[in-house]
């Protein structure tokens, strides 16, 4: 799992990044928007980027997978 918090440049997190993550099967990209307020889980990488994402807005909740399993409160990211 890669744990990110957007930079300076928050296009090179949310694209390049992310597919670069996929294209080498990191099963788990979270990625906390700062400029967004969105929180993202990008999961199940599959030819050169992710099939699945969760996306909550900061203050909601995200689910994260096994082998992790437990739910992210992204209340304080508010």
């Not at 030819?47 to 992204?74: C, E, M």
Request: aromatic share 12%; glycine share 6%.
């Amino acid at each position: 799992m890669v744990f990110e918090i957007t930079g300076t440049d928050p296009r090179r997190d949310r694209e390049p990044k992310r597919l670069g993550y996929a294209a080498a099967d990191v099963p788990c990209y979270l990625l906390v928007d700062r400029s967004e307020k969105w929180v993202t889980l990008f999961t199940s990488p599959e030819n050169g980027d992710y099939s699945v994402l969760t996306k909550v807005k900061f203050g909601g909740n995200i689910d994260l997978p096994a082998p992790f399993s437990f739910t992210l409160d992204t209340a304080p990211l508010r």
